[in-house]
């Protein structure tokens, strides 16, 4: 059971308990009055039902105000009363009715007493005013904590479908551009023209179907009806430029979705850097299943970097892969020197992997 249900139960089984106690006073100090006893049943129900249909906790007010003017021993049911109300209406209607709540609390106390009392005066608009001020502050405090944990999830939510369009359209975008240079180039040899025009349209062709994609459900076009193997091919067959090999090490075995999307977006976010900032003339992809988990490794042949080189220069790619990878229980190592390449692992739980 959750604090608020808790916190409900309490204040229901305070409210029974408070009207019986009142109840057994009056009956044991007072001559029983058919209008008290009907009241108190229909008070009892009414209550009852306002669980579950909150619209009736204005009969409830209603009928505890009657039974408390012709009863005043009634009164102290009211704390429940306006405690469940300042948890469930909105703070105006919640606040009229703790007013309306304290003044006959106040008034039925004086009664009884036979005269005006002080402190039946001022102890129960101290109270009142107590538990309005604690219970309206813990509502305001689970708003705002509401409203954060709201806006944490769009800002999250938006880093999430950043770093999808980075790694699906960025890889295809900058081979696309490099073919439509090349093309440009070979302008006189239009055979070769043709040729590199040809094969940016089939990229382009690739890039609308993986945007198409990502509008509908964010996961990577090339898994759609295909194995990983088989989109890890695509993905290194779009580089223009750049000669990737993928190898398979270990026996394949099916791997949860999430972690084949996962891979599928690391390596195209790995392919992309090797090809826009590491001027890499080669690339190998290697896919390694073992017991307990599966390895991306993505080598290039590019120009490297060290650690305390700043990474602006290497683009959206690397901070993504490492969130991708440790989103799903695994880890992201980066291995670079200045000459010697650069090469990416992702190592993800396929046993643990949510």
Same mark, same amino acid.
């Given at each position: 059971?959750?604090?608020?249900?808790?916190?409900?139960? /309490?204040?229901?089984?305070?409210?029974?308990?408070?009207?019986?106690?009142?109840?057994?006073?009056?009956?044991?100090?007072?001559?029983?009055?058919?209008?008290?006893?009907?009241?108190?049943?229909?008070?009892?129900?009414?209550?009852?039902?306002?669980?579950?249909?909150?619209?009736?906790?204005?009969?409830?007010?209603?009928?505890?105000?009657?039974?408390?003017?012709?009863?005043?021993?009634?009164?102290?049911?009211?704390? =429940?009363?306006? /405690?469940?109300?300042?948890?469930?209406?909105?703070?105006?209607?919640? %606040?009229?009715?703790?007013?309306?709540?304290?003044?006959? !609390?106040?008034?039925?106390?004086?009664?009884?007493?036979?005269?005006?009392?002080?402190?039946?005066?001022?102890?129960?608009?101290?109270?009142?005013?107590?538990?309005?001020? /604690?219970?309206?502050?813990?509502?305001?405090?689970?708003?705002? %904590?509401?409203?954060? $944990?709201?806006?944490?999830?769009? *800002?999250?939510?938006?880093?999430?479908?950043?770093? $999808?369009?980075?790694?699906?359209?960025?890889?295809?975008?900058?081979?696309?551009?490099?073919? *439509?240079?090349?093309?440009?180039?070979?302008?006189?040899?239009? $055979?070769?023209?043709?040729?590199? !025009?040809?094969?940016?349209?089939?990229?382009?062709?690739?890039?609308?179907?993986?945007?198409?994609?990502?509008?509908?459900?964010?996961?990577?076009?090339? *898994?759609?009806?295909?194995?990983?193997? $088989?989109?890890l091919d695509a993905v290194a067959a779009r580089q223009a430029g750049l000669p990737v090999e993928v190898r398979v090490d270990g026996v394949p075995?099916?791997?949860?979705?999430?972690?084949?999307?996962?891979?599928?977006?690391?390596?195209?976010?790995? *392919?992309?850097?090797?090809?826009?900032?590491?001027?890499?003339?080669?690339?190998?992809?290697?896919?390694?299943y073992l017991d307990d988990q599966v390895v991306l490794d993505v080598a290039d042949d590019g120009r490297g970097f060290t650690e305390a080189e700043?990474?602006?220069?290497?683009?959206?790619?690397?901070?993504?892969?490492? !969130?991708?990878?440790?989103?799903?229980?695994?880890?992201?190592?980066?291995?670079?020197?200045?000459?010697?390449?650069?090469?990416?692992?992702?190592?993800? =739980?396929?046993?643990?992997?949510?």
């Amino acid at each position: 059971m959750d604090d608020a249900r808790w916190l409900a139960a /309490v204040m229901h089984s305070a409210f029974f308990l408070l009207v019986l106690g009142s109840a057994v006073r009056y009956l044991t100090r007072h001559e029983s009055t058919l209008w008290v006893i009907g009241l108190t049943a229909a008070l009892v129900v009414a209550y009852g039902v306002s669980i579950k249909i909150r619209k009736l906790l204005w009969l409830v007010l209603a009928l505890w105000v009657v039974l408390v003017l012709l009863a005043p021993s009634f009164a102290w049911s009211a704390i =429940p009363l306006f /405690v469940t109300g300042l948890r469930t209406l909105p703070t105006r209607p919640a %606040l009229a009715l703790v007013a309306v709540v304290t003044a006959l !609390v106040v008034v039925s106390q004086n009664r009884l007493a036979d005269g005006f009392d002080p402190n039946l005066t001022i102890v129960p608009i101290a109270i009142a005013v107590v538990t309005a001020a /604690v219970i309206l502050f813990l509502r305001r405090q689970a708003e705002r %904590l509401k409203e954060s $944990e709201r806006r944490a999830g769009v *800002l999250a939510e938006r880093h999430r479908v950043s770093r $999808e369009i980075h790694d699906a359209l960025a890889q295809g975008l900058s081979s696309q551009a490099m073919l *439509l240079q090349a093309a440009d180039q070979a302008w006189d040899r239009p $055979e070769l023209a043709r040729e590199h !025009v040809k094969a940016a349209q089939r990229i382009g062709a690739g890039n609308l179907s993986e945007a198409r994609r990502l509008v509908q459900d964010l996961a990577p076009a090339d *898994l759609a009806d295909a194995t990983l193997e $088989e989109a890890l091919d695509a993905v290194a067959a779009r580089q223009a430029g750049l000669p990737v090999e993928v190898r398979v090490d270990g026996v394949p075995r099916a791997l949860p979705e999430r972690v084949q999307s996962t891979l599928v977006r690391i390596a195209q976010g790995a *392919l992309a850097n090797a090809l826009e900032h590491a001027d890499a003339g080669r690339a190998v992809l290697t896919l390694t299943y073992l017991d307990d988990q599966v390895v991306l490794d993505v080598a290039d042949d590019g120009r490297g970097f060290t650690e305390a080189e700043p990474r602006n220069d290497r683009g959206h790619g690397l901070p993504a892969m490492r !969130v991708r990878a440790t989103q799903l229980g695994g880890r992201l190592t980066v291995e670079s020197a200045p000459g010697q390449g650069t090469v990416i692992s992702a190592a993800i =739980p396929v046993e643990d992997a949510p």
